[in-house]
């Protein structure tokens, strides 16, 4: 079978199996648990079809069906695993079966395959559903796989855990020299570059703070760049769009062929992909999903509502970025703000932050999609215009995508301490001023107040809209 797997674990989920599994005897232990799913028909930097499991519910074995365990062995009653197949099917999701090798590596043994293949083939017989695999082994390494059939089995590709921190186990990693990067692997040690060279990043908006954040993760060494906007450059970009000349004005060059140009021109071994469409395109939903992590560099609070609820459904970070920018005037003092936002599953998301104004988003996507109606509305003052364009300095832009970078940095080697990535930075050009705020997500948010859409993966609607 072609393409690949990939298994994503929420932190929650991960920390509550681990506890979940635990015996102070070292004996293996069991557990189930429900993924989401995302089917990708084609991988943008491959074309090969891919699969995502993102989980979603961990659904521990009752006492009474345990038989024995032992440090060699766990083996318990089916009559759990019936009812966990029944609730797969009528919610779809896939089911899956966790145990520990405790005293050894993460390994899928010859018993477990036998043991496997016959839980396969009674999902299978129930209405070919699949049947996911975890083993947790010593030092906190997992494996994975997928049946598709009693006989069909794909081994995942690449393990994250997902959260405040971002752990990726790979097995697939190509060989690829990466000399230039040997001095950040005297920071943060030598498996850093490899995990770097392996994420699938992408970039909305690649206007000056998406062009310094594309720029800084060229030279970091990310593998794979999925740049995506669907704007041309104009003379007012020309100050802050990293890599844009004037010439490109009159040629009419879109900002992510700008910035495609200028990877390639630097010839570090980055695979790019460019798209010039809107976020919400139905046509990004490939590249979207097969992404490890997502930057949201657009004032666009419709394509922010996106990113917003692709970040919980699939267990994918948005590091989202942003700008309030206003001149002294009438003896008031200048108010220039950055802001970087992690958002992900157990932490507030941009509504609750207060980032995104879903009267403005509503707007916008009046304007995308009638705007015929929009203008009438606008000229009836229900809905606002368009208003002056806003101030930008090439050196806030660049430095709120450095803070932006700095905290996918942060996710992947705690070199602030073992807190992750802060859900919100706020840094105050006009004070010298860099701190974390503190926000709770709103019980009542329809995102992040309950793990109810929390890794659920392909829906119908996509992401649960409707319009």
Not at 78 to 96: E, I, P, S, W, Y
Not at 160 to 166: A, D, L, Q, R, Y
Not at 318 to 325: A, Y
Not at 331 to 360: E, K, W
Request: aromatic share 6%.
């Amino acid at each position: 079978m072609k393409g690949e797997l990939d298994i994503v674990l929420l932190e929650s989920h991960a920390t509550t199996l681990r506890e979940l599994l635990y015996r102070a005897n070292g004996s293996e232990a069991a557990a189930y648990i429900l993924f989401g799913k995302a089917e990708i028909a084609s991988d943008p930097w491959s074309g090969h079809p891919r699969t995502r499991l993102i989980s979603h519910e961990v659904v521990p074995i009752a006492a009474e069906e345990m038989v024995s365990s032992s440090s060699m062995h766990v083996t318990w009653s089916t009559k759990g695993f019936m009812k966990l197949l029944g609730l797969a099917q009528h919610r779809g999701l896939v089911a899956g079966l966790v145990h520990t090798h405790p005293n050894a590596e993460a390994f899928f043994s010859d018993q477990d395959d036998r043991n496997e293949a016959e839980l396969a083939r009674t999902a299978y017989n129930k209405g070919r559903l699949e049947l996911a695999s975890l083993v947790f082994g010593h030092n906190n390494a997992i494996a994975g796989r997928l049946w598709f059939s009693p006989t069909v089995v794909m081994k995942a590709c690449s393990i994250s855990v997902i959260g405040g921190k971002i752990s990726i186990w790979r097995t697939c990693d190509e060989d690829k020299k990466m000399d230039f990067l040997e001095r950040q692997s005297l920071l943060f040690g030598p498996g850093f570059n490899p995990i770097i060279r392996g994420l699938r990043v992408g970039i909305i908006g690649c206007g000056g703070t998406g062009s310094a954040v594309v720029s800084l993760l060229t030279r970091l060494g990310v593998g794979y760049l999925a740049l995506i906007d669907n704007d041309k450059i104009d003379t007012t970009n020309l100050n802050r769009v990293h890599g844009s000349h004037t010439s490109d004005v009159l040629t009419g060059l879109a900002k992510v062929d700008i910035l495609a140009r200028e990877i390639e021109a630097a010839d570090l071994g980055n695979q790019v992909v460019t798209r010039k469409a809107w976020v919400g395109d139905p046509a990004l939903r490939d590249l979207l999903r097969s992404c490890d992590v997502l930057f949201g560099c657009t004032d666009d609070h419709q394509g922010r509502l996106t990113l917003n609820r692709l970040a919980h459904y699939y267990g994918i970070p948005v590091i989202d970025v942003g700008l309030r920018m206003r001149s002294a005037r009438n003896d008031a003092d200048y108010d220039m703000i950055g802001r970087v936002s992690t958002i992900r599953p157990g932490s507030p998301c941009l509504i609750c932050l207060g980032v995104v104004n879903i009267q403005r988003a509503a707007e916008e996507g009046l304007r995308r999609n009638d705007p015929t109606e929009f203008e009438r509305r606008k000229a009836e003052a229900y809905v606002e215009g368009g208003g002056d364009p806003a101030p930008a300095v090439v050196t806030f832009t660049t430095s709120i995508a450095c803070a932006a970078v700095d905290e996918l940095i942060q996710g992947l080697t705690g070199f602030r301490g073992n807190t992750g990535m802060t859900h919100n930075r706020i840094r105050r050009f006009d004070r010298v001023e860099d701190r974390a705020m503190t926000c709770q997500p709103i019980n009542s948010c329809p995102v992040c107040g309950s793990e109810a859409v929390w890794g659920r993966g392909d829906v119908s609607p996509f992401l649960g809209v409707i319009g």
